[in-house]
């Protein structure tokens, strides 16, 4: 047993509409991986008088953050074909404030697409082999995209939209990015797909509004890195961000990172989706390792002040860390810490349907748990009730 003392828990609150908002003077009980209770500390004192105690400082303790869509991070990426790759985001990611993710894959032939699922399903079998971040499954961007809105994508590896290749690892895939004009009308693609469990994302489109309205009514619930390989809003033609934001349902994801989208475009799509954003990274193996060459789905990246191009000066991924983009989105917004760290574990986790384990900090909850500053500085990160990062 321990108990997290002396921080401002950042739980839900009544008060505030059931939205996250930092809490002191309580205390965080774990036991055997899980949250146990969540008490004054007074009552700690009184009841538990001789569990083991973990001082915060007075700083944040949130629930762990939660990446839905990232390629890679310190060298490793989840294209590549060495199993240590995965092991080594599992490792890293915790510095950045992450305790769950989902390995993201990029269009490349199908056989390198395969071998990449292939890798997250045996990983997923044998947890142990890293101790760190948790891996939910596998993010599959590409290659159901439009050539012409591929972004860093390799045209030669677009294909038309199949259920057959997504089928065999229905197991291992949470999201599926396609863009609906490729899907000539028929969305049976997007039928099969829910009915396997895997969320339909849609993103790399050049789709006309009309069109992408008719996807998100058929089961598209979800939009890849909203603004980014899209077609984009004017006023006589809303294009796919049109059809997005004015979607009831539908969840779209967002790289604050400053590069894919500008401070005004983050604030605008707060003003417009409210809680239905989750924050990613969208990032490459060049993530935490500076500026220089690296490499995104076969080709050469240059990176450069926090931008990754490729040698046309195509943005490439992002190299932003998620505790990056948490501070950008507060900061760029206006929102409370704590109401900006549920667009990066509660909402993602409920979409994901893990809610009951992951996302928030309530008894029964795994103790997956992040501890930062009020400047986001990541000082200690907790998966399943074990310290596996911490200054």
Avoid at 60 to 74: A, R
Avoid at 76 to 88: G, Q
Avoid at 98 to 115: C, K, R
Avoid at 332 to 350: D, F, I, Q, W, Y
């Amino acid at each position: 047993m321990l108990a997290i003392v002396n921080g401002r828990l950042i739980l839900p609150d009544e008060r505030a509409g059931g939205h996250f908002e930092a809490i002191s003077g309580l205390a965080l009980l774990i036991e055997d991986g899980r949250i146990k209770d969540v008490m004054p500390e007074v009552r700690l004192r009184a009841d538990y008088g001789s569990c083991p105690v973990w001082d915060a400082g007075g700083r944040f303790v949130s629930p762990g953050f939660i990446n839905i869509h990232i390629h890679g991070c310190f060298g490793a990426d989840a294209m590549d074909k060495e199993p240590e790759a995965i092991k080594t985001m599992c490792q890293k990611l915790p510095t950045h404030g992450v305790t769950s993710f989902l390995p993201t894959t990029i269009t490349a032939s199908m056989e390198d697409i395969h071998g990449a699922l292939g890798r997250v399903r045996e990983f997923m079998k044998n947890p142990w082999l890293a101790c760190g971040a948790e891996v939910l499954g596998a993010n599959m961007e590409g290659p159901f995209i439009s050539p012409d809105y591929r972004g860093c994508h390799l045209a030669r590896h677009v294909i038309a939209p199949a259920f057959s290749q997504v089928e065999p690892y229905a197991d291992v895939v949470k999201f599926v990015t396609v863009a609906p004009e490729e899907l000539g009308g028929d969305y049976s693609f997007i039928d099969k797909c829910r009915e396997a469990g895997i969320i339909v994302s849609i993103g790399h489109s050049g789709a006309i509004y009309e069109e992408a309205v008719e996807a998100i009514q058929h089961g598209m619930t979800h939009a890849t890195h909203l603004f980014n390989a899209m077609s984009p809003m004017y006023h006589r033609e809303p294009g796919v961000v049109g059809a997005v934001v004015d979607a009831e349902d539908t969840v779209a994801e967002l790289i604050a990172d400053d590069v894919h989208c500008h401070p005004v475009a983050q604030r605008l799509a707060y003003r417009l989706m409210g809680d239905k954003l989750v924050l990613i990274t969208d990032s490459c193996r060049a993530c935490g390792l500076g500026d220089g060459v690296s490499e995104l789905g076969g080709q050469q990246i240059f990176v450069e002040g926090g931008l990754a191009t490729l040698a046309d000066g195509t943005i490439a991924a992002s190299v932003a860390s998620m505790d990056v983009v948490v501070r950008n989105f507060a900061r760029n917004t206006g929102l409370s810490l704590p109401r900006t760290v549920e667009l990066a574990t509660r909402v993602p986790a409920k979409e994901l349907g893990c809610l009951a384990q992951r996302g928030t900090l309530e008894p029964g909850s795994l103790a997956n748990i992040t501890v930062f500053d009020s400047d986001v500085n990541i000082y200690a990160t907790f998966v399943r009730g074990q310290q596996c990062y911490g200054i």
